[in-house]
């Protein structure tokens, strides 16, 4: 399959170095609005490279657009493809109906992953989800999928959204609240990497037991001695003092 891609962040460097790897695989092309990017990208891959969306040559199977939300919705606006051609985007948060007025193959290929550029990624364990416009295309996608994740599924546009929030709390917002822990000792002369066994207890807990029995501490005990002495400790920490509050209000309601 031959393939070109718009956008050259995290998430395409990963997705892009590893379609490469797959036999009959060839990446073409890639653009991005910062060249340097797009220069940096292409030549892993040794594919061509621009920074013009007008740039853009039709030789190619498969379209991967792999930028912001934002972006994306202009670059559809923008582009013209044959429409033979398969026009895809990796976003959680975007319907696969942003495609639906301009292409008549189309879909979406969202990767459940955390992605760095410096961190690599095993892309046989990375769940992968499909979302496509007809049985056609999405034979074709789930064949190109299959050969990157042994984890792949056909989802709708409502359950990926979903599974994007649900990742977002997952992930992005229990890494903020592990900064906050990093920062709190930090300040008080203490190694975070303490913490690194309590860490990985509870994610074992909530893979064993499930979140809800996994669920220990003050506010699941309604201790609010202990409670009230670790507001008074966090006054001079405004966001973070209302952030342990809002949480310890939530794990009260529910149990």
């Known amino acids: 399959m031959k393939i070109s891609v718009i956008g050259a962040g995290n998430v395409a460097t990963h997705l892009v170095t590893a379609l490469n790897k797959i036999s009959g695989t060839n990446i073409l092309q890639v653009i991005s609005r910062d060249k340097s990017h797009a220069k940096y990208l292409a030549m892993q891959v040794k594919a061509e490279y621009t920074n013009e969306l007008s740039r853009l040559k039709p030789n190619f199977d498969l379209l991967l657009i792999c930028t912001s939300d934002d972006a994306l919705t202009e670059i559809v606006g923008e582009l013209d493809v044959p429409q033979s051609k398969i026009v895809c985007h990796t976003a959680g948060s975007i319907s696969s109906k942003i495609f639906d007025e301009k292409f008549k193959r189309y879909g ?35 064949h190109l999928a299959k050969q990157l994740s042994k984890n792949v599924e056909v989802i709708t546009d409502e359950q990926r959204f979903a599974l994007h929030i649900a990742a977002v709390y997952a992930c992005n917002f229990a890494n903020a609240v592990m900064q906050v822990s990093q920062e709190l000792c930090e300040k008080n002369n203490l190694d975070f990497g303490l913490l690194k066994p309590l860490i990985d207890e509870t994610v074992s807990k909530v893979w064993k037991m499930g979140p809800k029995d996994a669920q220990t501490g ?15 400790f966090l006054e001079g920490m405004k966001t973070e003092r209302e952030l342990y509050q809002l949480i310890t209000q939530y794990i009260g309601e529910r149990y």
């Open 108 to 142: 979406v290929l969202y990767p459940l992953q955390t992605f760095s550029k410096n961190k690599s990624i095993d892309w046989r364990d990375v769940p992968l989800f499909l979302t496509t416009s007809d049985e056609h295309t999405e034979k074709r996608l789930l």
């Open 218 to 232: 003050p506010a699941r005990r309604s201790d609010t001695t202990v409670i009230n002495k670790h507001l008074k």
